[in-house]
């Protein structure tokens, strides 16, 4: 197995609701490879979303080590935090979540200001993620011009922006029609394939989950099982 | 900083942008105005002269004295010189223009107020001209007067009985600093007197107000006294006065005009900040979910608190624009309004462009900072799902 690029060692993660405390995460264990690409499932409430969250450094484990990519995240303050997410991870969320007020270009440009680029080569980079997801020719229109796939396709763009090591994807299909489903999930594919994104999905749908190389499943805050090696040529084969 | 965002979101409720710096910049512009107008009331106040007393009606302003009593009152031991004033109340071209027209006792004029000097002209030709008038350097701006040329208006206290109009010859130009207005025009009493006497218009010997100018080492309140003594049992009784009394009072008999300026001003720049807290805050509120979203992508807390913020300000400072530039613009009109109706002084001062200014600052600030405080607050997750 290559090297891990995420360590979750004994992370508990709980909240309070109504004054009952509520362990969301239950001291989990777990390793993934680099350029993994790796489906969490499980039922709802089982901690999916908050794993997802914590690896991507937008929330704080309550205990144990979390390190991804090399960084130790639970060491890290909240600015050093954000610089990490804008280098590391790129997000893609199930409401797509563009700005509506940016065109596509402009969104995927968007994560590019954080970098020391100039206008010229954000605007440049920023086309070339939409090439690469197909959309160069929508890229001055607004999200609302945009179908729902497009809009998905648009986000993976804008994740790919900054060349982060992992993408980390909730439901990203879990909005989308089966057409448009499938187109996203080519992508990722693709991502993970060509370019070795190392990918870690959150979904429900078992048809998504059979694209990915390794289907993660949770249960009540704790690892269930874990199934290997499917290969992404086999999941690629079956669409 | 994506300072880009900042116009994309102002762009996104156009309108609602455009209501919120326009009502801003009517708070900002009233606020400039108003001041200036106190500025304008109380100036004759702060110019009024230690040395100058004036007498007029004890009834009221606008009930004439007699020219009779101008020799009297020169005797009175104190009074050095003395002279006449009495509105002529015409208009040049159309009724709209409308400003302050003296008759004086011209040969007296730069005595009792040595504070105006002639800038154009010839003041021999004023002296000796009967029609002869002096304009003030801003009235000569405005209509494009110079020396020689000769004026024509229109009377309405004074009308020509042939239906005609007056007459004036421009010998110069003066300037003055308050309480003399830079908008007046001053001629010859006797020009009016000569003119009534020979039928021409309806006139009765009598003037508004007489200004003395006490010697120096003069008691000044025994000369107060004395005059009005005169006239304690006469049909037309005095009200002498130091001339800063005569102009607070001046001021004062339109009612306590600064205080309810200043009351206004305060009210209506209140509930301008509250609209725009109010804009802010719902503004910060549809940006729940694009916040969450840059912090998910990297931004800080303290980027998203600077977009709040500087939207915000964006907001003011364009507000503030169109405050100033709209006193600014409309300087001129209101000072020549003002100036008709005896109030010179009307300016737009560096001060009061700074104070909008601070205001605009303030306002951008106050309407700004509890948004930008929440938005640096919003965790990522919460932003994203709350505003899914």
């Not at chain 2, 009297?72 to 409308?98: M, R």
């Not at chain 2, 010997?205 to 005059?227: F, H, K, N, S, W």
Request: charged share 20%.
């Amino acid at each position: 197995m290559p090297s891990p690029i995420i360590q979750v060692h004994g992370v508990t993660k709980q909240y309070q609701r109504g004054g009952e405390t509520l362990t969301v995460l239950d001291k989990l264990d777990l390793e993934m490879a680099e350029g993994g690409y790796y489906a969490l499932m499980g039922p709802s409430g089982s901690g999916k979303t908050t794993l997802l969250n914590l690896i991507g450094g937008l929330d704080h484990a309550d205990s144990g080590e979390l390190i991804v990519a090399g960084e130790d995240l639970t060491s890290l303050n909240g600015n050093d935090l954000a610089a990490w997410r804008a280098e590391t991870v790129g997000f893609v969320f199930q409401g797509f979540n563009l700005l509506p007020v940016l065109t596509a270009v402009k969104n995927v440009e968007l994560p590019l200001l954080l970098t020391p680029l100039s206008a010229r080569q954000r605007r440049e980079q920023a086309l070339r993620a939409l090439e690469l997801v197909g959309l160069a020719d929508r890229a001055n229109h607004r999200p609302k011009q945009l179908s729902g796939g497009q809009e998905q396709r648009v986000a993976i763009a804008r994740a790919l922006a900054t060349d982060p090591k992992i993408i980390l994807a909730d439901e990203p299909t879990g909005d989308l029609d089966r057409v448009s489903a499938g187109q996203v999930l080519d992508l990722l594919g693709r991502l993970n394939e060509e370019f070795k994104k190392t990918i870690l999905m959150v979904t429900h749908d078992p048809i998504a989950a059979a694209r990915s190389r390794s289907i993660v499943h949770l249960d009540k805050g704790k690892l269930g099982s874990i199934e290997h090696n499917r290969p992404l040529e086999t999941a690629a084969a079956r669409s | 900083m994506p300072f880009g965002l900042i116009w994309h979101n102002l762009r996104r409720h156009w309108l609602r942008s455009a209501l919120t710096i326009g009502s801003l910049g009517i708070a900002l512009f009233l606020i400039t105005a108003l001041r200036a107008l106190v500025n304008s009331l109380e100036a004759g106040v702060r110019g009024a002269a230690g040395n100058r007393i004036v007498v007029g009606s004890d009834v009221s302003l606008w009930v004439q004295l007699p020219t009779s009593y101008q020799a009297k009152i020169a005797q009175i031991e104190g009074v050095e010189k003395l002279i006449k004033w009495q509105w002529f109340g015409a208009y040049y071209q159309t009724s709209a223009d409308l400003f302050a027209q003296w008759a004086v006792d011209k040969d007296v004029l730069f005595d009792v107020y040595p504070e105006m000097k002639l800038v154009a002209g010839s003041m021999d030709e004023f002296l000796v001209r009967r029609d002869a008038c002096l304009v003030g350097i801003e009235l000569a701006k405005t209509y494009g007067w110079k020396p020689g040329d000769t004026i024509p208006l229109l009377g309405n206290t004074y009308p020509r009985a042939d239906g005609g109009a007056w007459q004036f010859y421009c010998a110069g130009v003066y300037e003055a600093r308050l309480p003399v207005d830079n908008r007046s025009m001053f001629f010859d009493y006797a020009y009016l007197e000569q003119a009534g006497e020979a039928g021409e218009t309806m006139y009765w010997p009598g003037c508004m107000l007489y200004v003395a100018r006490t010697a120096e080492g003069a008691d000044q309140e025994a000369v107060i006294q004395a005059i009005d003594r005169l006239y304690e049992n006469g049909p037309y009784k005095t009200k002498t006065q130091p001339e800063s009394e005569f102009n607070r009072q001046f001021v004062t008999m339109v009612g306590n005009i600064p205080a309810l300026m200043a009351a206004i001003g305060g009210a209506v720049s209140f509930a301008i900040v509250m609209a725009a807290l109010n804009t802010m805050l719902m503004a910060a509120r549809e940006r729940t979910r694009d916040l969450g979203i840059m912090k998910a992508l990297g931004f800080t807390d303290g980027t998203a608190f600077a977009l709040m913020l500087v939207e915000s300000f964006a907001i003011a400072a364009a507000g503030g624009l169109i405050g100033v530039g709209t006193a600014l613009a409309t300087e001129s009109a209101i000072a020549f309004q003002l100036s008709a109706n005896l109030f010179p002084g009307y300016e737009i001062t560096p001060d009061m462009i700074m104070g909008a200014v601070a205001a605009a600052i303030a306002i951008g600030l106050v309407a700004g900072i509890v948004p930008a405080w929440r938005a640096s607050r919003l965790r990522a997750v919460e932003a994203i799902r709350a505003g899914a």
